[in-house]
């Protein structure tokens, strides 16, 4: 298959923008009638007795709609991301809400080339996660094996 970005195109300190997901209430209280059953989850009337005073998204609902946004901005850009090798340090800052707007910040960490297969590397990324008034909502860091660019046929 070929890619549009391998290995080799990162580089340490190279960031991405990207975003634009919307939380939504009613997808709040589906995903959290199914995944995450917390009061401050599932309705107004029991949200506004916590103390949050409102709705508020589960932080892995909010961790779920980052993952759409990211599909969406590499994959048509065709980078060769084989896998996702792990999730590290994920912190909830502070709560995203209904109507919030969804921007991400990643940057590229680290690049660490593997030593037992020369096809691939690993990715290291920080990521960001912050709402329409900038506000902090979710930072964490996530390892992915990328395809290094294949050598040219002479």
């Known amino acids: 298959m070929e890619y549009g970005m391998y290995f080799e195109d990162f580089t340490e300190g190279q960031v991405f923008e990207y975003g634009g997901e919307t939380i939504i209430k009613a997808e709040i209280f589906a995903f959290a009638a199914r995944y995450d059953p917390e009061p401050f989850h599932l309705s107004d009337e029991t949200a506004e007795k916590t103390i949050f005073g409102g709705v508020i998204a589960s932080g892995l609902q909010t961790l779920a709609l980052w993952r759409r946004m990211d599909h969406e901005f590499f994959t048509p850009r065709r980078a060769a991301f084989l896998v996702a090798a792990g999730l590290e340090e994920v912190?909830?800052?502070?709560?995203?809400?209904?109507?919030?707007?969804?921007?991400?910040?990643?940057?590229?960490?680290?690049?660490?080339?593997?030593?037992?297969?020369?096809?691939?590397?690993?990715?290291?990324?920080?990521?960001?996660?912050?709402?329409?008034?900038?506000?902090?909502?979710?930072?964490?860091?996530?390892?992915?094996?990328v395809g290094r660019r294949p050598a040219q046929a002479e």
């Open 91 to 145: 912190n909830w800052v502070q709560p995203g809400r209904p109507g919030d707007v969804l921007s991400v910040r990643c940057e590229v960490l680290e690049k660490i080339p593997s030593r037992s297969k020369p096809d691939r590397g690993i990715v290291r990324f920080g990521f960001q996660v912050r709402n329409q008034h900038d506000a902090l909502l979710m930072v964490f860091r996530n390892k992915v094996m």
